[in-house]
């Protein structure tokens, strides 16, 4: 099984570009994260699904969005990037909502210059 | 104000011994605990966890102590081998939302 995956795992955007970073897992999990991790910092939530069509807000959600079309997919979009915005990107589903294990994607590493 | 804090960025332990990874956190709401483990390049995997009714939790080589009282969890490996040398997460839930709160890590150096 692929578990989570993420793409892309690398990417370089200029100031006030727009990118999408994508995850999908085929699990059949309900639940699905997005977190950063910036460097010796936990990881902290930006946003979560629990379920299709059902999003909500984490800790750190400003400049970002998300969508959850289906099961399977859970989209990361940014809008006018920032330097704040350089870090490593986790994508993570569960099965149960954030109580138990997550499964975490490889990561995407992003840098805005 | 960081609710999980993993104190020590850092620690080397020769290979065989114990390594001792330490937690703590500042919300009486946690009442369930997990430690992540991380190899560059990939996404942290799940490695044991515990609830807060227990104080003990052991998995092979890996046990996980809870004091509730001092609000402090470790993770011991026994005996430690370079295969665990990774970066360690504490995590805990049960606070606002029942989302998880991540500890910074610690990076474990196991020695040959």
């Known amino acids: 099984n692929a578990g989570v995956t993420q793409t892309p795992k690398f990417r370089i955007l200029k100031i006030g570009q727009s990118m999408t970073l994508q995850c999908t897992q085929d699990?059949?999990?309900?639940?699905m994260y997005w977190y950063r991790q910036d460097p010796g910092m936990g990881l902290k939530l930006i946003y979560y699904?629990?379920?299709?069509?059902?999003?909500d807000k984490g800790e750190v959600p400003n400049g970002y969005n998300v969508s959850r079309s289906t099961t399977e997919d859970f989209p990361l979009r940014l809008e006018l990037a920032a330097p704040s915005q350089t870090s490593v990107y986790f994508c993570?589903?569960?099965?149960?909502?954030?109580?138990?294990?997550?499964?975490f994607g490889p990561g995407t590493r992003l840098t805005v210059t | 104000d960081q609710q999980v804090k993993q104190n020590s960025p850092s620690l080397s332990v020769q290979e065989g011994r114990i390594s001792i990874l330490n937690c703590d956190y500042t919300n009486s709401m946690f009442d369930y605990f997990l430690w992540y483990k991380k190899y560059p390049a990939e996404g942290p995997t799940f490695l044991i966890s515990?609830?807060?009714?227990?104080d003990k939790n052991e998995d092979g080589r890996f046990t996980v102590f809870l004091n509730k009282s001092a609000k402090h969890l470790s993770l011991h490996i026994v005996p430690s081998q370079p295969g665990d040398s990774a970066v360690y997460f504490c995590?805990?839930?049960?606070?606002?939302?029942?989302?998880?709160?991540f500890g910074g890590g610690t990076r474990l150096m196991v020695k040959p």
């Open positions: 993570a589903s569960s099965p149960r909502l954030a109580a138990y294990e997550q499964y």
């Open positions: 515990i609830s807060s009714i227990k």
């Open positions: 699904s629990v379920g299709a069509g059902i999003t």
């Open positions: 995590a805990a839930n049960g606070g606002a939302g029942n989302m998880l709160t």
């Open positions: 699990m059949n999990h309900n639940y």
